[in-house]
């Protein structure tokens, strides 16, 4: 048994379920990183493109899709707690876009048919994703709303959207809501909403904000929107899962990477790139109550509230998908529950992203985990290799 509470024979496991993904050509390769009680165990496996021979490396950057949305969570509570923002007020002032807002009678139904809001959408809609907009778990194109969202260049992806914050909003501004505000859980908007109210009330871009406040206090050098020609090396191709044969296929590589260069829209639910030990000191001051090197980023009532549950039961049954039986929503993360499996311990939170990488933090087990792998995920559900890194790091607690 090491200091840290980790069986060095058990972590073993962990290197054996996670190289047998790069081995069978699930993955091309991946970093898995565990750290509990500052002894950190990181597992860097694989090559950076299949086929190719760079071998993987822990300071690999990985497009973390929606894993920032936390960070854009914690982002928007600093301005909270500065009385920049608060969490019941109106976003109409910053956000006159999505003043007055009609509400589609029906979620399939046609976009003029609408009622008018029963109220306005508040900074907290937009944190716990009941604002009345987001994905729409249905089949593709098959509502109205789909496709003017498609059209818009609006509907939530792990790709960063193309459109200039200011475009972006008065296109969302331009369609009905599906709910109420308040009404319903739905996924993904809220965080792209979110950053450009940052970006608003904070009078500068998202990224400097982000930058100033959270990255360069917590060390994290590595992580933004997108990553200088100087790292470019260190960026591995992602791939994604072709439809029928399985084959893995390119979906970003380094020479032409959608990260290779700012983007138009800084996306505050899935546009940051990082590296394992970066995202790890942002879990690290979440797990420290905002505390992180000797500063204060954010008080700890403001992390206990964040890591909350705000969901009624319904919300969280209308998305069993994203939550099964045992999580629910905080601000920016899911927010687990009830134990239903080695991993899911109440009071953990954290995210998954759509490109292929999970984070959460475990405050009862004083536990984090991050793994970055290449492929993309194929449904809101998470993939084997996700569940096996996590039944690998918990098994490996050793008290």
């Excluded at 060390?219 to 084959?247: I, Q, W």
């Excluded at 992390?303 to 039986?325: I, K, Y």
């Excluded at 239903?340 to 490109?355: A, C, H, M, N």
Aim: net charge negative.
């Amino acid at each position: 048994m090491s200091g840290g509470g980790l069986s060095k024979e058990r972590l073993g496991r962990l290197r054996g379920a996670m190289a047998g993904y790069v081995e069978r050509g699930e993955a091309p390769g991946l970093v898995a990183l565990v750290s509990r009680r500052g002894d950190t165990h990181v597992e860097a496996i694989g090559m950076l493109a299949a086929g190719g021979s760079m071998p993987m490396r822990r300071d690999a950057i990985f497009r973390i899709a929606s894993m920032t949305k936390p960070i854009t969570a914690a982002a928007a509570m600093i301005l909270v707690e500065e009385c920049a923002l608060r969490l019941d007020e109106a976003v109409d002032r910053l956000l006159p876009e999505l003043a007055g807002r009609r509400v589609l009678k029906r979620p399939d139904g046609p976009l003029d048919d609408t009622v008018a809001s029963n109220r306005p959408i508040t900074v907290r809609d937009l944190l716990t994703f009941r604002l009345g907009i987001g994905a729409v778990m249905a089949p593709p194109g098959s509502h109205p709303i789909q496709r003017a969202m498609e059209s818009e260049g609006l509907a939530p992806g792990p790709n960063p959207p193309l459109h200039a914050p200011d475009e972006w909003m008065k296109r969302l501004g331009r369609l009905p809501l599906i709910h109420q505000p308040g009404e319903r859980w739905m996924y993904h908007t809220g965080s792209d909403v979110l950053g450009v109210l940052i970006a608003r009330a904070s009078g500068q871009p998202l990224e400097r904000f982000l930058r100033e406040r959270i990255f360069e206090p917590l060390g994290m050098m590595d992580t933004g929107f997108h990553v200088p020609g100087n790292k470019l090396d260190r960026l591995p191709t992602s791939y994604r899962r072709e439809a029928g044969s399985g084959v893995l296929i390119v979906h970003d590589e380094p020479a032409s990477s959608r990260w290779g260069s700012p983007p138009a829209f800084e996306s505050g639910g899935a546009g940051l790139v990082t590296t394992a030990d970066d995202y790890l000191a942002f879990c690290r001051m979440m797990l420290n109550k905002g505390w992180y090197g000797g500063e204060r980023i954010l008080s700890r009532p403001a992390v206990e509230l964040m890591t909350t549950d705000h969901l009624t039961p319904e919300q969280r049954a209308d998305n069993r998908v994203f939550f099964g039986d045992h999580s629910g929503w905080g601000f920016g993360a899911a927010v687990n529950i009830r134990r239903e499996s080695l991993s899911t311990v109440p009071g953990r939170f954290g995210w998954d992203g759509g490109i292929g990488t999970t984070g959460y933090t475990d405050p009862k087990e004083e536990l984090i985990g991050i793994l970055l792998t290449q492929r993309m995920m194929d449904s809101p559900e998470p993939p084997g290799v996700f569940l096996d890194f996590w039944t690998s790091a918990y098994q490996a607690i050793d008290d």
